[in-house]
């Protein structure tokens, strides 16, 4: 994409304003009087000048646009007024001109209401000075429309272009971030394997020496082993430092732990899954159940987390519910 410096475009507008400003000093002797000529100069050139003044808004005030709109009728009646109709004027007609360049400044500082509305009173004013619609094309009026309408359509395909630009910008800083994320959480996802493999090396060693003949103690290491190895694979983001404890502890009293990430929390932030890893550990380590079953929800759903405990009781032959807890996605 081909980008214009905005000072390139102000200086060449500034330049073409002046150029109005010197043809209407050149043919100065043409009007029957000078200085309602000289009047309608230094109104425009403070008019072009406050229309190009550098801002912080690409966008018109309304207030001078409606401005620009007034300068170019007092422009032209102060001008027309001075020239015979039916003479040859030549550059003395410069307002014509003047007025489809300060429309054009209004359209593309995006005020397109504004500029037609000049374009349609420039046009109105011609008519009736010259009373000839064959003069809206040999004075220029039809010129200074075209000019404006070459300036809406650029502004609008510049705003299309960098409305577009934001968008790439932003979906390209997005899919960094989740590579980054993704690559962060999978290298973490590593390192607790290989730590579970170092931490289970010792146990196979023992199996293979007794030739798998182990005691009640040995056999409870080996499942604990096995789920928290489980849990790396299916629990996901449901794991932080403290669910591994909380969770080791549980099973180390002999309950059930089931950890079970879907995908429903992959879009949350940092501080959200924070939250929810808090209060899981926390749930957790404070209830007394004999089984745990953490679960992610939908993406699309309000819960992020379901966490339910159970409970045995002695003359039921089903689990009592002890713990139910639906943790929000938002806080």
């Known amino acids: 994409m081909i980008v214009v410096p905005r000072l390139l475009l102000i200086l060449l507008a500034a330049a073409i304003s002046a150029y109005h400003v010197l043809l209407g000093l050149y043919t100065l002797r043409t009007p029957e009087s000078p200085w309602p000529v000289v009047v309608a100069m230094v109104l425009y050139a403070l008019a072009t000048l406050v229309s190009l003044w550098p801002g912080r808004r690409q966008r018109m005030p309304p207030w001078l646009a409606a401005g620009d709109g007034a300068v170019s009728v007092v422009m032209l009646i102060l001008v027309l007024n001075q020239l015979d109709p039916r003479a040859d004027n030549g550059y003395a007609t410069w307002p014509i001109a003047a007025v489809g360049t300060l429309m054009t400044i209004v359209v593309v500082r995006q005020r397109a209401w504004f500029a037609w509305g000049g374009i349609i009173v420039l046009a109105l004013t011609v008519f009736i000075w010259a009373d000839d ?19 809406q359509a650029a502004t ?51 199996i293979v020496a007794t030739g798998g003949v182990l005691d009640a103690e040995e056999r409870a ?41 879907e995908g429903g929390i992959d879009d949350l932030d940092d501080d959200d899954r924070s939250r929810i890893m808090a209060e899981i550990a926390e749930r957790i380590g404070g209830s007394e159940a004999d089984r745990f079953v953490v679960r992610t929800g939908a993406a699309d759903d309000d819960v992020a987390v379901t966490v339910v405990g159970l409970s045995r009781q002695p003359d039921e032959e089903e689990d009592a519910v002890t713990l139910w807890l639906e943790i929000p996605r938002r806080a």
């Open 221 to 261: 290491e080996c499942f604990r082993l096995e789920a928290a190895l489980r849990d790396e694979i299916r629990g996901r983001r449901l794991l932080d430092d403290e669910v591994r404890r909380v969770v080791a502890a549980a099973r180390q009293r002999g309950a059930e732990v089931s950890l079970l990430d």
């Open 133 to 151: 619609p064959v003069a809206l094309t040999t004075l220029g009026v039809v010129g200074s429309a075209v000019f404006v309408a070459v300036g």
């Open 156 to 206: 609008r395909a510049i705003g299309l272009s960098a409305r577009d630009a934001r968008l790439y910008e932003r979906a390209a800083r997005r899919a960094v971030e989740w590579h980054a994320r993704e690559e962060a959480e999978r290298s973490e996802r590593g390192d607790r394997v290989r730590m579970m493999s170092t931490v289970a090396t010792p146990l196979l060693e023992r």
